[in-house]
């Protein structure tokens, strides 16, 4: 109902308001069809598991058991955090009943989890890191959870999941939920990137920035230069030159959710190089590089190993890492430059 007298501010604002997730997923879609419906459910679902860690997290300090670890070691190697595992529940529970999501594979669980009553008809699979940057946790800065969905291709006879070791770009949605001063969930399905903001008052994410597009430069370059002394000499020469070249600045947040949010609106590029002891470096491919570069692609970004595209790679195992060099396209390009030169020489 529209007031004539209806101030168009107000309008505005009650229809931004409306544009929620899984509005905006039809809207993207420009479909009502069966699977469009399925994306904007699974979404949706994202949605809420997004909300349950956002609010255990805004309360962890006085929750008895939130912070700290669990004493056990993850498959990666990794001491786990208390939130690292409920965040790796909440999203199996949030797709429970939904007969949306047959398989979930996760940073903290060996192999995916299936979930039965889903599987006859559920032909979606979500790949999600459930907390990334734990090391933040307890000194409560920023951190993140990072998903991905791809179509189960076969009947998964054996359990193992085999058809999703395959490249980034059978990836049908990324995206990361980022637990900052407000809590903001960022996804791509295709056609575009798109930022919402939870609205606490609401319960609701609230579209913010539309069809975002990285600077094809930016001042920033992210990376743990506490490495310095275990790269190859090419990373080492990149480092060496944005020290001698006026115009970049350093920025490391321990979170690389974190750290690919500020690229993404302003600029510049994160790297984890491999070292020489770990030439495949330290991020994993199927849950935190390929759905961030899906999103850096479709933002007009670009994400490499240092030679290869990332959306290229074809992973040997769930867990498979690379290294990861993601951001603006001139800056990508240039620390490639330097993997180029070395390797002529
Ligand atoms: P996770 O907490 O999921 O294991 O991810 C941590 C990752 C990434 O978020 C961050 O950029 C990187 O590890 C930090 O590693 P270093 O402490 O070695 O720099
Ligand atoms: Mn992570
Ligand atoms: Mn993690």
Redesign the pocket.
């Known amino acids: 109902m529209t007031d004539v007298g209806q101030p168009l501010a107000q309008e505005h604002t009650l229809d931004r308001d409306c544009t929620t997730l899984s509005r905006h997923v039809l809207e993207q879609l420009r479909s009502f069809s069966a699977e469009a419906q399925d994306l904007s459910a699974i979404m949706n679902r994202i949605a809420l598991a997004a909300k349950l860690i956002s609010r255990r997290l805004s309360r962890a300090g006085l929750v008895e058991g939130a912070l700290g670890f669990t004493g056990n070691v993850n498959v990666q190697g990794?001491s786990v955090k208390k939130m690292d595992l409920y965040a790796n529940d909440v999203f199996i529970s949030v797709f429970k009943q939904s007969g949306l999501i047959c398989r979930l594979a996760s940073?903290e669980m060996e192999k995916p989890y299936y979930i039965p009553e889903n599987c006859p008809i559920g032909r979606y699979t979500l790949l999600y890191?459930p907390?990334?940057?734990?090391?933040n946790i307890d000194v409560n800065l920023n951190i993140g959870s990072i998903f991905a969905i791809r179509k189960q291709e076969g009947d998964d006879i054996e359990g193992d999941a085999r058809d999703l070791l395959q490249d980034g770009h059978r990836q049908i949605a990324a995206g990361y939920i980022l637990y900052g001063p407000s809590t903001m969930l960022i996804y791509s399905i295709g056609t575009g990137v798109h930022a919402f903001v939870l609205d606490p008052s609401l319960g609701e994410f609230i579209l913010a920035n539309e069809n975002i597009q990285v600077p094809n430069h930016g001042p920033v370059y992210s990376t743990?230069e506490g490495n310095f002394w275990q790269w190859e000499e090419s990373i080492r020469d990149y480092i060496r030159y944005v020290h001698r070249h006026e115009g970049y600045t350093a920025r490391y947040s321990?979170?690389?959710v974190g750290?690919f949010h500020r690229i993404l609106f302003q600029g510049g590029v994160f790297l984890?190089p491999g070292t020489v002891k770990k030439p495949e470096g330290?991020?994993r491919l199927l849950y935190e590089s390929a759905p961030l570069a899906f999103l850096m692609e479709q933002a007009g970004g670009k994400a490499s190993t240092g030679t290869e595209s990332i959306l290229d790679v074809v992973p040997d195992a769930i867990h498979t890492r690379t290294p990861l060099i993601i951001g603006s396209k001139e800056d990508v390009a240039l620390v490639e430059s330097f993997i180029q030169e070395r390797a002529r020489t």
């Open positions: 990794e940073e890191d907390i990334d940057g734990s090391s743990n321990g979170a690389l750290d984890y330290k991020l």
